[in-house]
């Protein structure tokens, strides 16, 4: 039985496939009439079909064509960069991740959603965000972007977050550690054959946070109970964390929820810095007002030590060393040797 190759015909709207012989000629299938033509031309046909079928199906049987199929990466898309970066840790050469707030001067409180970000999600598999109100605008997008396997971490859900609590979850340090683990087990449903590798992934994401928590333990041992204030709430669960009394909550809050704070809030942190009775000013450093400004030109005059924070993390920092350089401008302020 003679096997034939397949060729691709380009046609103005589609691709058609059609059999041609090895010498490049297609075999002929004209119908001929009478009797005499007919006789045994029905089972020749069918007989070279069939081989040309084995033969397309072959292309299947060889080494590498089913697998290169599988190894598409998986889609990850953070609303954040932060738990974009954690993920890409975790998924390694398995996952492609894109972070929807990746800019460093892009303020997630004035976030507009975006065409391409909808897109984003629609071809995601997987997809992470924080909750608690702090990116409402995603909600939206995944309600207008259905995919029925597409599947949705809400940080705030995984940590049992409360309707009231500060939204920056990720600076309280229990966070990543239950996001990292969330994160592995989706990877090993969407990816069961690379489970083991996302496994030792985690393994040593967890560990790598031991320096973070070396920090906490050094700063909360020696400075537990230091009054400090803030511009935002943004660093105020690690605040809580290292044991730091928080001053002025109320002038937070405003700030964060984009309201004027009342003039005796303000009064009251104006208070706190001129009269040195807090030993640190945090401030979100992306984040500028004539506000701001003034209470960091205050606390400069009354030597105020003044550390600022970022709500997003640097480009070109890991989640980790983001937080440790954090927690380390933090105790050099403290220390004394900080501006």
């Avoid at 704070?261 to 401030?283: E, H, T």
């Amino acid at each position: 039985m003679q096997c034939y190759n397949m060729a691709t015909v380009d046609m103005p709207s589609k691709t058609r496939h059609t059999t041609v012989d090895r010498d490049g000629k297609p075999p002929d299938t004209r119908v001929l009439h009478g009797r005499g033509g007919m006789r045994g031309r029905p089972l020749r046909i069918a007989a070279r079909h069939m081989c040309a079928i084995a033969c397309a199906l072959s292309w299947w049987l060889i080494p590498g064509w089913s697998a290169q199929a599988q190894t598409a990466p998986i889609r990850i898309v953070a609303a954040e960069n932060f738990y974009g970066d954690v993920a890409r840790q975790i998924g390694g050469p398995e996952v492609g991740v894109t972070s929807i707030i990746a800019a460093p001067g892009q303020d997630p409180h004035q976030f507009e959603a975006s065409p391409a970000a909808a897109r984003a999600l629609s071809d995601a598999n997987l997809v992470i965000y924080n909750g608690a109100n702090y990116d409402p605008w995603i909600d939206k997008l995944l309600a207008n972007t259905a995919a029925a396997a597409r599947r949705v971490i809400a940080v705030a859900a995984v940590v049992n977050a409360k309707p009231g609590d500060n939204p920056h979850l990720w600076y309280d340090p229990a966070t990543m550690p239950v996001v990292a683990t969330r994160i592995a087990d989706e990877l090993q449903a969407l990816d069961p054959a690379h489970a083991d590798a996302y496994r030792g992934r985690l393994a040593s994401f967890l560990g790598s946070l031991a320096p973070i928590s070396a920090a906490i333990a050094a700063i909360t041992a020696k400075y537990a109970g230091t009054p400090v204030t803030a511009t935002e709430p943004v660093f105020g669960p690690m605040a809580k964390a290292l044991g730091f009394v928080m001053r002025d909550e109320r002038f937070q809050l405003a700030v964060m929820n984009d309201t004027e704070p009342s003039a005796s809030d303000v009064a009251a942190m104006q208070d706190d810095l001129k009269g040195r009775k807090v030993r640190l000013l945090l401030y979100n450093s992306q984040v500028s007002d004539d506000l701001t400004e003034r209470l960091l030109a205050i606390a400069r005059t009354a030597k105020v030590p003044v550390v600022g924070i970022t709500e997003t993390a640097p480009a070109d920092k890991s989640y980790q060393a983001w937080i440790t350089g954090e927690l380390d401008a933090v105790r050099s302020a403290l220390d004394g040797s900080g501006s």
